[in-house]
């Protein structure tokens, strides 16, 4: 399967704990996002890479969340002191973007997570 | 800044019949338009986008949606339902600043649940 992976696909943890989610994008893709969707609602926006530069960030990602793209392939969130807000699922997608060529975001399965 | 509005919960129809999931925009400048559908516990598949063109988009699994500038609408449309079609739809519009690189994120409405009954 080349599409998005996303590992682990649950997390349950408890408040104040870090907890770390990775994703693998599609492999010639060179756009890497991240998104949070809460029940009943649609994904908002927390951040996104373009190969390993960071270059727009969410006001919902707080200080205690923090992502990093190495290598220009895969993605890590870690969330800091876990709130019970922060339970969600969390998507990741990737693109493949050149100048003036607009093209559709590829998402993973999500990472659920459940703060206690 | 950009939204997206989805006015309904949850639409339902008869297999067989036509469906429409209706979706209204608000965006500065050209808007650049998706539809992406949810399965239970199960990422977004993409199903269309309108960037330029033709006011009707085809898509995949037999969806279309129609583009209105003047009311600012992108409607998605199946002329044919299916039971398996049943999912959740959501309709996105991307920060038009993606044409300078400055942003490329989706704004997302809140989901239509299409239920496709026998």
């Known amino acids: 399967d080349t599409g998005v992976s996303q590992n682990p696909r649950h997390k349950i943890t408890k408040r104040g704990q870090n907890v770390t989610f990775r994703c693998d994008p599609i492999?010639?893709?060179?756009?890497l996002y991240w998104y949070r969707q809460t029940l009943g609602q649609g994904p908002e926006f927390l951040t996104y890479?373009?190969?390993?530069?960071?270059?727009?960030k969410s006001r919902l990602l707080s200080d205690r969340f923090s992502a990093e793209r190495p290598k220009g392939s895969f993605s890590t969130l870690e969330i800091q002191r876990t709130e019970q807000g922060d339970s969600a699922m969390y998507l990741c997608?990737?693109?493949?973007?050149?100048?003036?060529?607009?093209?559709?975001?590829?998402f993973g399965p999500g990472t659920r997570l459940t703060v206690l | 800044a950009q939204s997206v509005a989805q006015p309904e919960d949850q639409v339902n129809v008869a297999e067989g019949n036509p469906l429409t999931v209706k979706c209204t925009y608000s965006?500065?400048?050209?808007?650049?338009l998706f539809w992406y559908v949810q399965y239970p516990n199960r990422g977004l598949q993409f199903l269309l986008k309108?960037?330029?063109?033709?006011?009707l988009v085809k898509g995949s699994y037999g969806f279309e949606a129609e583009f209105n500038k003047s009311q600012t609408s992108f409607h998605l449309k199946k002329p044919s339902a299916l039971v398996s079609d049943s999912a959740l739809y959501f309709c996105?519009?991307?920060?038009?600043?993606?044409?300078?690189?400055?942003?490329?994120?989706?704004?997302f409405g809140t989901g239509t649940q299409l239920k496709v009954e026998l």
């Open positions: 997608a990737s693109s493949l973007e050149l100048a003036a060529l607009y093209n559709e975001q590829f």
């Open positions: 492999s010639e893709h060179n756009r």
């Open positions: 890479f373009q190969n390993e530069a960071q270059l727009e």
């Open positions: 965006v500065s400048g050209n808007p650049y």
């Open positions: 309108y960037i330029t063109g033709d006011n």
């Open positions: 996105a519009v991307r920060d038009p600043r993606g044409i300078t690189g400055g942003g490329n994120k989706l704004t």
